[in-house]
């Protein structure tokens, strides 16, 4: 895995930039971290570590937001955590107009994603997906 990522960080013109990744708490972004903070010397890589929290498994959503600022401090980066409404993006729309709840949620998590790494001045964000997701 890590000398497929490590290629990928040459492809994507990685090196010696600052890197948003976003992690969900889930096995894929956490896996993605850990592999790019192995890589980030040989790389030169400047990483820091975006959660979005949909709030929308109660304490799940707690226990993951959590664990993810748990895992940044184990590692010593930077964790930043911005909140999203998703009921309130769906509401006051028509049924025809309004988005699923998923759509929601994928478009306020990259919006909010893309608004962290231009505060904190990160030039690319790196997420990561299993190979049977679906966009």
Not at 60 to 68: F, K, N
Not at 120 to 129: P, V
Request: proline share 1%.
């Amino acid at each position: 895995m890590l000398r497929v990522i490590s290629q990928a960080v040459g492809r994507l013109d990685l090196r010696g930039r600052c890197v948003l990744v976003a992690v969900s708490g889930g096995i894929d972004s956490v896996a993605l971290l850990h592999a790019l903070h192995e890589l980030a010397h040989e790389h030169t890589l400047n990483l820091l570590i975006g959660h979005v929290n949909h709030g929308l498994r109660g304490a799940e959503s707690e226990a993951d937001q959590a664990a993810v600022e748990q895992l940044g401090g184990q590692l010593g980066l930077s964790v930043e955590v911005v909140r999203v409404d998703i009921r309130a993006a769906r509401e006051g729309r028509s049924s025809r107009d309004r988005p699923t709840l998923q759509e929601a949620a994928r478009a306020l998590r990259y919006g909010a994603l893309e608004e962290m790494a231009e505060r904190l001045g990160a030039e690319r964000i790196a997420t990561a997906h299993s190979a049977d997701d679906q966009a």
